[in-house]
């Protein structure tokens, strides 16, 4: 995916309000959209099953970003929950940081919106579990995009 080294500064010259990746799950991984310079948006879709996921920041030194999971949704236009963040700054030595946070929801944050699950879950069993709750209502899962590296990697690591 392409996107602005410096978010601060893309977002006041472009004029979109924030940095945002659509991320979906379907039958294979893809990249639908990979140019946020376009429209302020990527689009990426994850393989089926549940992951770990880790973030490492490439590139020059020093550059620090931060990536928020949030839970949106599209029917209201509104953030609705946010459920991890991971900030990954280049060092000379990959430093890989974990994004289990934004990717299972916790039993706090789901009661912080009245919702009670058992025990962690998986995003978008969540989105799913929301739909199920509030029929009509449309859940997306999507990241913002803070700060900037000049090269951002993510891995996926799926669970038996």
């Not at 962690?120 to 209502?137: R, V």
Request: proline content about 5%.
């Amino acid at each position: 995916m392409f996107v602005p080294e410096d978010v601060a500064g893309w977002e006041s010259l472009s004029g979109y309000p924030n940095a945002t990746i659509w991320v979906t799950q379907g039958a294979e991984f893809a990249v639908a959209d990979p140019n946020m310079f376009d429209d302020g948006h990527c689009n990426l879709t994850i393989g089926p099953g549940k992951y770990e996921v880790y973030f490492v920041a490439l590139g020059k030194p020093g550059k620090t970003a931060t990536l928020e999971g949030w839970v949106y949704n599209a029917t209201d236009n509104t953030y609705l929950l946010k459920i991890g963040e991971v900030t990954v700054t280049h060092n000379k030595r990959p430093d890989w940081k974990s994004g289990h946070d934004m990717f299972y929801v916790s039993v706090a944050e789901a009661a912080s919106i009245g919702v009670t699950i058992p025990n962690e879950m998986w995003i978008f069993d969540f989105l799913n579990l929301l739909e199920s709750l509030y029929p009509g209502t449309d859940y997306l899962y999507l990241w913002n995009l803070i700060g900037g590296c000049k090269h951002i990697q993510v891995r996926f690591y799926q669970l038996a």
